[in-house]
């Protein structure tokens, strides 16, 4: 399958406790950005890097929250001290971003956290 | 960010076309429309896109109003695997930033067999 993919695909946790998700794009996608999504709503953006840069941060990404993506591959999405809150399906999608391109975004399946 | 109205649901019969609508009024001249759709339990997949003219692909097709402040999805046959959320999305051409997708709450669509 060449497809995002994303690991784990569920995960539940106690308060407090930190998670990590990690997220492996389309090969060759230069272009990796992560969504949250709680029920009934639409995908909300978190951030994106271009290669390993991180160009964008949403005001959605709290302190609590920290990305990665070194040498410009998989990425990490990090959640500390975990709140009810943090409860979502979180998404990774990639990207082949070229200029004047539509910057098609393919998304993984997602990544479920349940914080109890 | 351009703001996109959707109906919150529609009913299909399977296998007759089904005109999914979305109003964009305050679309500026360097957004596209893009379509995304989400199946039950799984990530947003890409349906479509188009600036100005009407656009088909094997999935879907798009008309643009020749205002361009709505455009309708148009699935030809509806089949129980289209039953999802599709989402009307703007988004500035890629030389223009902010290239995150916003997504509205969009419009489900229930087949029914």
């Known amino acids: 399958d060449t497809g995002v993919s994303q690991d784990p695909r569920h995960k539940i946790t106690k308060r407090g406790q930190n998670v990590t998700f990690r997220c492996d794009p389309i090969?060759?996608?230069?272009?990796l950005y992560w969504y949250r999504q709680t029920l009934g709503q639409g995908p909300e953006f978190l951030t994106y890097f271009q290669n390993e840069a991180q160009l964008e941060k949403s005001r959605l990404l709290s302190d609590r929250f920290s990305a990665e993506r070194p040498k410009g591959s998989f990425s990490t999405l990090e959640i500390q001290r975990t709140e009810q809150g943090d409860s979502a399906m979180y998404l990774c999608?990639?990207?082949?971003?070229?200029?004047?391109?539509?910057?098609?975004?393919?998304f993984g399946p997602g990544t479920r956290l349940t914080v109890l | 960010d351009a703001k996109t109205t959707q109906p919150n649901s529609m009913e299909s019969n399977e296998e007759e076309p089904v005109h999914l609508p979305c109003n964009h009024s305050?679309?500026?001249?360097?957004?596209?429309i893009h379509w995304y759709r989400q199946l039950p339990s799984q990530g947003p997949e890409y349906v479509i896109h188009?600036?100005?003219s009407n656009v088909n692909n094997r999935m879907a097709s798009l008309a643009i109003a020749e205002d361009r402040k709505s455009s309708t999805l148009i699935l030809h046959r509806a089949t129980l695997r289209d039953a999802a959320v599709y989402y009307c999305i703007l988004r500035p051409y890629s030389g223009a930033g902010s290239y995150q997708l916003t997504f509205g709450k969009g419009t489900k669509l229930s087949v029914i067999p």
């Open positions: 999608a990639s990207s082949l971003y070229a200029t004047s391109s539509a910057d098609t975004q393919y």
């Open positions: 188009g600036l100005t």
């Open positions: 090969s060759e996608h230069n272009r």
């Open positions: 305050t679309i500026s001249g360097t957004d596209y």
